[in-house]
């Protein structure tokens, strides 16, 4: 009988040990969740609030088409990488000037040298 009451309240020790666990990593789980929630809307509410101008602005203040104002045309070319790579200021290669430079010339990515194997028996 003793032994039945021993094994009893362990079991119950247990699962009120395991509710109030429960509980408590809830608890912490809803707290983070809450707390990252704040901090998501905090961003947001900051990006939007520096994107978004006090007064209404023209099209031409805002990057829009010059067609439509009448206003010049855009040189800046900082949104189109296919416009920088023409611009490069810096190339590192010069264009090979004769026939025998073509055709040992190497991309930046290729060795001097060949590769050669090491002969012999590799099992030795």
């Not at 990006?47 to 006090?54: A, G, I, Q």
């Not at 190339?91 to 040992?104: I, K, N, S």
């Amino acid at each position: 009988m003793t032994l039945l009451v021993g094994w009893g309240s362990l079991c119950v020790a247990g699962g009120a040990a395991y509710v109030f666990a429960k509980r408590s990593i809830n608890a912490d789980r809803q707290q983070r969740l809450e707390e990252q929630r704040k901090k998501k809307t905090m961003i947001e509410s900051l990006e939007h609030s520096e994107n978004v101008p006090s007064r209404p602005l023209s099209s031409a203040t805002m990057g829009g088409s010059a067609g439509a104002n009448g206003g010049p045309a855009r040189t800046d070319t900082a949104g189109s990488p296919s416009q920088e790579s023409s611009s490069d200021p810096a190339p590192t290669r010069h264009a090979p000037t004769t026939e025998g430079q073509r055709v040992f010339e190497k991309s930046k990515y290729e060795s001097s040298v060949p590769y050669r194997s090491p002969k012999g028996d590799r099992f030795s």
